[in-house]
């Protein structure tokens, strides 16, 4: 495969449009890849061209950054690599201060990060899930003095709500602070509903969206049947949880499994393939993150950018995984919005106005011969 670049968000930043997440590096929880299948996966995901690794502090219990950091520094890649870490999650049991997102617990973490991962600053350092607490000028102002401080190049805010995203971009662009350059969300066919605000608000203010769970937990993987029971994966132990991230088995997802399985094999492509691309290729979509336990399964997911998804074939998919859109949502629909225009068309700019800045083909030689 050949992999491309684009820019995160507003920022100068390169990124390959896939992402190697490291959730899955170390067996801490139960599941993952030992070292040696971790490594594996670095490499064929550098081999395939790829440059943006996505850890976090929480991970494993510090595995995912340490052995990261020993992948990276292995293949002498520090220069080239792109890191994204996060924080927020307490690894501290009975100590408030140290999980959240106040000053006095980034301060703390960023360092503990840049240990394991055994690099000097962070590419992209993100908040890994709003606190309900924290103001965000106060994660803002922290965040500006730790690039100032050359520890991190750029920000991110994952999980968060849409209005206090608004909200730290806003701070940001009034008092000269590093702005957001990435939201980390979920996003898959089973989950769509960060189309509502965080796409409109990421593509106009200059936030590119990471995705996670394009599978939805591994739900649009194939492995899982309706009449299943049990031992399929990972995802069929949380059948009876209470956590929102892994309740999947419903009809209207089923409905979903259903049609993409159809999908991909009139494409000849794999279920996690289709459903990957179909993700990567949405509106205000920066990369997709690609969690793997095995080299084989990263190894098809790798391919999922090889082939486009024809268009009839996107509309079933979009059909199947469609939600009707809730309050005020509803109301922004053409059915309203004529009323405002008196049933002229009328739009932002014409088709073409401004086109995409892609660089590609052969670099000039400076050689005389």
């Known amino acids: 495969m050949t992999m491309t670049y684009y820019t995160l968000g507003n920022s100068g930043l390169r990124v390959s449009r896939l992402a190697l997440g490291t959730m899955t590096f170390g067996t801490e929880w139960g599941w993952g890849a030992d070292r040696e299948a971790a ?5 064929a995901y550098v081999e395939a061209g790829g440059n943006f690794f996505d850890t976090a502090d929480l991970y494993t219990g510090g595995t995912a950054e340490t052995w990261l950091g020993e992948f ?3 293949r002498g890649l520090r220069d080239r690599a792109v890191i994204a870490t996060k924080f927020t999650f307490n690894a501290e049991p009975g100590n408030p201060n140290a999980g959240g ?4 617990n980034i301060l703390r973490a960023v360092d503990a990060s840049l240990k394991r991962l055994g690099t000097d600053y962070i590419d992209l350092y993100l908040m890994h899930v709003w606190d309900g607490l924290t103001p965000a000028e106060e994660v803002m102002r922290t965040m500006d003095d730790l690039v100032r401080a050359g520890k991190i190049r750029h920000v991110g805010l994952s999980d968060v709500p849409a209005w206090y995203a608004a909200r730290a971009q806003t701070i940001a662009e009034w008092r000269g602070y590093e702005p957001v350059s990435a939201l980390q969300l979920e996003y898959s066919l089973a989950e769509r509903s960060i189309e ?9 203010h200059g936030a590119g969206i990471m995705v996670w769970s394009p599978l939805a937990s591994g739900l649009l993987s194939g492995k899982y049947r309706p009449t299943q029971d049990g031992n399929a994966g ?3 132990g949380f059948r009876n949880t209470t956590h929102p991230g892994f309740q999947k088995f419903t009809d209207r997802n089923w409905a979903i499994v259903a049609e993409l399985e159809k999908v991909a094999a009139e494409l000849g492509r794999s279920m996690p393939q289709v459903a990957v691309n179909w993700a990567a290729t ?3 979509i920066a990369t997709v993150i690609l969690g793997a336990t095995k080299l084989g399964q990263l190894q098809d997911n790798l391919a999922a950018l090889d082939f486009e998804i024809p268009a009839e074939l996107r509309a079933r998919l979009d059909m199947v995984s469609k939600t009707p859109p809730p309050f005020p949502y509803s109301f922004f629909g053409s059915e309203i919005q004529a009323r405002v225009t008196g049933g002229a068309v009328t739009g932002d700019k014409p088709s073409g106005y401004a086109p995409p800045l892609v660089v590609e083909g052969d670099a000039v030689s400076i050689t005389s011969n």
Do not use: C, S, W, Y
């Open 39 to 43: 490594r594996a996966m670095v490499d």
């Open 72 to 74: 990276i520094a292995e």
């Open 101 to 104: 997102n106040g000053r006095k």
């Open 196 to 204: 509502n605000e965080f796409v409109p608000f990421g593509t106009r």
């Open 234 to 236: 990972r995802l069929d």
């Open 282 to 284: 949405q509106p205000g």
